[in-house]
């Protein structure tokens, strides 16, 4: 189920929160118009009920575990607002990672060359089951759009 999420067309429009450092997102329908649903990533520890549709329950209901912050990332992208001259130019990525009952989930966001660059890792709860990671690329394609190419 999730690899078919993850190769679908989508559509995301990102935009600041009340407090410093929180983004809330919007997810769009296939249509591209329509809002789908909204998460508001606070800083912190937060929890996100669920619905039988997501990728965090397999099936079920429930409630995930989160914490956001912003982290130093070597692989994170640059950003020229953090950027003075004579010093290192600091690489911060937007984490989050969310505790399910199907497994760990973390997913670190940055901008590189103007797009929104994810990369995410799973980590199963069963102990058969290897981890899984992907990289996904949100090309800016008007001002306030974006859309997915999954690597």
Known sequence: MAEKRHFRPCVHFWEKGAAHGEWQVTLFEKDGSTPN???????GKWLQPYGCGSPFGGGTEGVAKRCTAWLLDP????????YKENMPRLQLTHCTVSIT????????RCLVDGNLILRRKFWPSAE?????????TFVRVKASLATLVVD
């Open 37 to 43: 649903r909204t998460v508001l990533y606070l800083l």
């Open 75 to 82: 692989d994170g992208g640059g950003d020229d607002r953090d």
């Open 101 to 108: 009952p199907l497994g760990q989930f973390e997913v670190r």
């Open 128 to 136: 058969d089951a290897a981890s899984v990671s992907c990289k996904e």
